[in-house]
């Protein structure tokens, strides 16, 4: 079983900062990659930004430029930078996790969340 547990979500100012975690735990063979959803109230869950074991990244429109994702593979580590967050930005974001468990098998894991709040 594969645990992930995600942190530095909170409330901020209109142009502030946060640092998101997520760690992930359990029995990983290797990381496929490592990605961060968002979800609104009465909205779909959204790709934000997601990140290769080989370092590649690509980033949802209106997260370019301000998001930056990165990993320590060492840890088991994803990490994602928001600067001059909006209020747009507003919603639980998810930790999202592709491991290979062992030989032959490979699942994608959850986190349970974080708040991320955006208000003057």
């Known amino acids: 079983q594969v645990q992930l547990v995600e942190s530095g979500g909170g409330l901020v100012q209109p142009g502030g900062s946060l640092r998101l975690s997520c760690a992930a735990s359990?029995?990983?063979?290797?990381?496929?990659?490592m990605a961060w959803y968002r979800q609104a109230p009465g909205k779909e869950r959204e790709l934000v930004a997601t990140?290769?074991?080989?370092?590649?990244?690509d980033y949802a429109d209106s997260a370019r430029g301000r998001f930056t994702i990165s990993s320590d593979n060492a840890k088991n580590t994803v990490l994602m930078e928001m600067n001059r967050l909006k209020p747009e930005d507003t919603a639980v974001y998810y930790c999202?996790?592709?491991?290979?468990?062992?030989?032959?098998?490979?699942?994608?894991?959850w986190g349970q969340g974080t708040q991320v709040t955006v208000s003057s």
């Open positions: 999202n996790v592709w491991v290979r468990t062992r030989i032959g098998y490979s699942n994608v894991y």
């Open positions: 359990g029995s990983i063979f290797s990381v496929k990659s």
């Open positions: 990140i290769t074991n080989g370092g590649s990244t």
